[in-house]
């Protein structure tokens, strides 16, 4: 069976469509006036979400490309065994943060389902091509791990995953969903809240959601010197 991924003509004219509904609607997904304490705490969480994602992505590519250094074979260990798109769900949670960052809880609701709806067709047809290329062996992988979302009891594992071979530059692949996303987030809520808050609150708010970064990679990143050592 021949499959093609949709092309990055057909993901960028819906990016820009579903930009041009949220500018259009923009008065019923932009969140209410809130309590500045609850607006910060859910700018943090959508953060922690979205560098979750980030680095999830980081690590399925990196993984990948180790595994398919000479030839392409079925993956089914490493961050593969805990979930069998972990690419797809590192962009949900990606997606799944800025929401919470800059939308209301309904435009949040309508992310999700359009989330899955949209990837539904094209995990579908992977999954068929995938079965037709590998049989037997990726049906069993199918049975045993889930499809997009981890095990509760996987869920420290898949964001703490380093492989043998963890290389840093594994970051520079990921460059520019790192620069769309944090460009987003900062001109977007710096005008939300400048707008609905006093300035000098966006700046209290930016601050610690700096602080929120420094933390995240600073953690990740020490963890992942520890596992080269151990290696």
Not at 10 to 21: E, M, Q, R, Y
Not at 65 to 76: D, F, T, Y
Not at 139 to 162: A, E, G, Q
């Amino acid at each position: 069976m021949k499959y093609k991924k949709r092309s990055i003509f057909v993901n960028g004219v819906t990016i820009a469509s579903a930009g041009l509904a949220c500018y259009l609607f923009r008065d019923y997904i932009i969140p209410a006036r809130q309590p500045f304490t609850l607006d910060v705490l859910l700018d943090c969480l959508g953060l922690t979400l979205a560098l979750c994602g980030q680095n999830i992505r980081i690590m399925a590519r990196g993984y990948k490309s180790l595994c398919h250094r000479n030839k392409p074979v079925l993956i089914n260990t490493g961050i593969y065994g805990l979930v069998r798109n972990p690419m797809y769900l590192g962009s949900y949670l990606i997606g799944l943060g800025l929401s919470i960052t800059l939308l209301s809880l309904m435009a949040t609701i309508f992310y999700t389902v359009a989330f899955l709806s949209w990837y539904a067709w094209q995990i579908h047809h992977e999954q068929i091509f995938l079965r037709d290329k590998f049989g037997q062996p990726y049906v069993d992988y199918c049975k045993i791990t889930p499809c997009l979302f981890p095990k509760p009891s996987d869920i420290r594992s898949l964001l703490l995953f380093r492989p043998e071979g963890f290389n840093f530059n594994w970051i520079t692949k990921e460059w520019n969903t790192i620069s769309v996303w944090t460009l987003t987030l900062l001109i977007s809520e710096g005008r939300i809240d400048s707008i609905v808050y006093h300035p000098h609150k966006a700046i209290t708010e930016f601050a610690f959601l700096f602080f929120i970064t420094v933390i995240f990679c600073s953690f990740i990143t020490t963890y992942g010197l520890a596992e080269l050592k151990k290696d």
